[in-house]
């Protein structure tokens, strides 16, 4: 990876894939912009023709844009057109101040503000991670403005909370959720000898993920305030969350009606493959890709599967 770019200073479908090694750079194929959206300004990554349809990428944690190296030039060779957006709070994104301005209805307002920004009305949506609950967010409060959703790794609200009071395996899984409610600390964690951390969390379940890219990932994470802004997601979804489930007495049920493919990795340490099928109770018109040999960062473990999956599903 350039370091400029991240530096601080259908139908019912259930498929299996195998993964592929990734590779390749896009630091030539795309053009950097900073937008006004919702109040903020956003960094974001354009590419493809300016008349493609849209697809916005949405990136997790602890990422940015660079997430999705290996699906941007091949979308954009399709005819899409294609932007990745830094999430508000990363990167090169502005970070507001307080644990309310990473609610997912703001982070959801990004993107509208970004749709308007770009005079289009829908987009379809690929998200991975934490970007995947903007995504089901968005198609679930605002489906008018989704064309079709693409979520990697990433459960359904819906299907995580009642996971979460169901298997004792997936609450153990989820510790790191509790563990970002503490104030401080985690934002101290993450940079702790020299982000040892993401290291580990990188590099305990795949090996696909270019050493540049992580470092990127860390100068990334080392602009001021980006640590504490994308814990504070996390802050945000816990209190959000939390609140409605305690209001509600149960976990409320959220429906999606957009065609949408879920991928799944399935060696990933944080998310059980049991997961998945649960979904076939809240999305109406699902398909499922399945990756049995990558990991949670199945863009990279999987690319070229994961890719072809992605041209086939989208119109």
């Known amino acids: 990876m350039d370091s400029s770019e991240t530096d601080p200073g259908n139908g019912d479908a259930d498929r299996t894939h195998q993964a592929a090694p990734a590779g390749g750079d896009v630091a030539d194929s795309v053009t950097h912009e900073q937008i006004h959206a919702n109040g903020v300004e956003l960094h974001c990554v354009l590419a493809g023709p300016a008349d493609g349809d849209l697809v916005v990428c949405l990136h997790g944690f602890p990422e940015c844009w660079y997430a999705w190296s290996e699906q941007i030039p091949a979308l954009a060779e399709a005819g899409y057109r294609v932007l990745a957006p830094d999430l508000r709070g990363a990167n090169r994104s502005a970070k507001p101040s307080?644990?309310?301005?990473?609610?997912?209805?703001?982070?959801?307002?990004?993107?509208?503000?970004?749709?308007?920004?770009?005079?289009?009305?829908?987009?379809?949506?690929?998200?991975?991670?934490?970007?995947?609950?903007?995504?089901?967010?968005?198609?679930?409060?605002?489906?008018?403005?989704?064309?079709?959703?693409?979520?990697?790794?990433?459960?359904?609200?819906?299907?995580?909370?009642?996971?979460?009071?169901?298997?004792?395996?997936?609450?153990?899984?989820?510790?790191?959720?509790?563990?970002?409610?503490?104030?401080?600390?985690?934002?101290?964690?993450?940079?702790?000898?020299?982000?040892?951390?993401?290291?580990?969390?990188?590099?305990?379940?795949?090996?696909?993920?270019?050493?540049?890219?992580?470092?990127?990932?860390?100068?990334?994470?080392?602009?001021?305030?980006?640590?504490?802004?994308?814990?504070?997601?996390?802050?945000?979804?816990?209190?959000?969350?939390?609140?409605?489930?305690?209001?509600?007495?149960a976990v409320p049920m959220m429906p999606i009606d957009r065609p949408t493919m879920l991928c799944w990795g399935e060696q990933d340490h944080a998310l059980a493959v049991d997961l998945v099928e649960p979904h076939r109770e809240v999305v109406a018109d699902l398909r499922i890709e399945r990756f049995p040999a990558a990991s949670h960062w199945v863009q990279f473990d999987a690319s070229d599967p994961l890719n072809a999956a992605l041209l086939d599903f989208l119109p």
């Open 98 to 249: 307080g644990v309310a301005a990473y609610h997912l209805d703001e982070l959801a307002g990004d993107i509208l503000g970004l749709l308007d920004a770009l005079d289009r009305e829908r987009a379809h949506l690929l998200a991975h991670d934490f970007g995947g609950l903007v995504a089901w967010h968005l198609a679930h409060e605002h489906p008018d403005h989704v064309d079709r959703l693409a979520v990697c790794n990433c459960p359904h609200l819906t299907v995580y909370g009642r996971a979460l009071f169901r298997s004792l395996d997936q609450l153990r899984k989820s510790w790191y959720v509790l563990y970002f409610q503490l104030p401080r600390l985690p934002e101290w964690g993450l940079a702790y000898d020299e982000y040892r951390a993401l290291d580990t969390l990188m590099r305990r379940s795949t090996t696909s993920i270019p050493e540049a890219v992580i470092a990127g990932y860390k100068r990334a994470l080392d602009r001021p305030g980006t640590r504490k802004a994308l814990v504070n997601w996390y802050r945000a979804l816990f209190r959000s969350f939390g609140k409605t489930v305690l209001t509600e007495r």
